[in-house]
């Protein structure tokens, strides 16, 4: 079946649209809304949040952009498409909570498509979310996990150990040799299905996102906590510019192609500190992110 890119911005629209209404809710102050448009090709829908009463910084972006040659970036796993027309679209976001309790989220669902030399479509679908938590909590990396399982069972039972692995790897800190957190799922280049079924899956997984975020958020957003606690919260955080910055695909990518600058670093947290060579007092609850949350593992077994 061929690829059918309006119906896929329908439901990317669609899904920005309940996302934020809920995060809205939740928060109890509104997004603010961004509609731009890019030179080379096409535009996007920024939704932001910052100072909230729950949600330090957060947003959530709708982009759509086209182009004539296709970036390095994404040629990389596809020689023969180098150069090439493109398009590309999705929804991602990242929400930094104020509570150093809460964790970070982020989640994005993306589709991208060309054509060969010779006229034959090239498609595929990406995405997936995973959890970075300051201060663990078992209960709530449980809950992510199985939300995430829980949407990719009806399309194979490989598939959630594949992605969830593909996670763990692709979200880690190289030269640090520690995961960014606690993980989730991640796929990309993917269309083993055929067009319709990999959209449903990939719908699946943007559906998932507000079962498995919210009821975490809820339930950490009103914790008590002190100075201690953010500035610790501070510190990790670093860790997820350091990623955004050194590994993330989505991001090289839409710097090379000359995407929004704004709305692709909206995933940086607003308040970040760095130390040098500094580590947690064994026993601690900073320790424990450390020892019993960070090292990979399967969440789903009891």
């Given amino acids: 079946m061929q690829p059918n890119p309006e119906q896929v911005k329908a439901y990317l629209l669609g ?151 593909w996670c763990d790897e692709y979200f880690y800190l190289k030269h640090r040799k520690e995961a960014r957190g606690v993980g989730g799922i991640f796929f990309d280049d993917f269309n083993a299905l055929c067009f319709e079924q990999s959209f449903a899956m990939m719908r699946s997984v943007g559906d998932a996102f507000l079962t498995a975020y919210l009821p975490i958020l809820n339930a950490r957003k009103d914790t008590p906590y002190g100075e201690r606690e953010r500035d610790f919260q501070a510190y990790r955080r670093g860790r997820y510019v350091e990623f955004n910055l050194v590994f993330d695909r989505g991001t090289l990518f839409g710097l090379q192609s000359g995407g929004r600058t704004e709305a692709i670093l909206m995933s940086m947290p607003p308040v970040v500190k760095w130390r040098y060579d500094w580590h947690p007092e064994d026993g601690t609850p900073e320790a424990a992110l450390y020892t019993d949350f960070l090292p990979h593992r399967d969440w789903l077994i009891p």
């Avoid at 104020?98 to 993306?110: C, D, F, G, I, S």
């Fill in 15 to 165: 899904l920005q649209e309940r996302i934020v209404g809920a995060l809205e809710q939740a928060d109890g102050s509104p997004f603010l809304r961004d509609a731009w448009e890019r030179p080379e090709g096409g535009g996007g829908i920024s939704r932001l949040i910052e100072e909230g009463n729950v949600l330090e910084r957060g947003g959530c972006n709708f982009s759509h952009v086209t182009g004539a040659k296709l970036p390095a970036s994404a040629a990389a796993h596809r020689p023969g498409i180098g150069g090439r027309a493109w398009e590309a679209m999705g929804v991602s976001l990242v929400l930094h909570p104020r509570n150093p309790y809460a964790p970070t989220v982020h989640m994005n669902v993306r589709f991208f498509t060309t054509t060969t030399e010779d006229g034959t479509p090239v498609w595929w679908f990406g995405g997936g979310m995973d959890l970075t938590p300051y201060y663990g909590n078992k209960d709530d990396a449980r809950h992510f996990h199985q939300s995430c399982r829980d949407a990719l069972q009806p399309f194979g039972e490989e598939l959630h150990p594949r992605f969830k692995q």
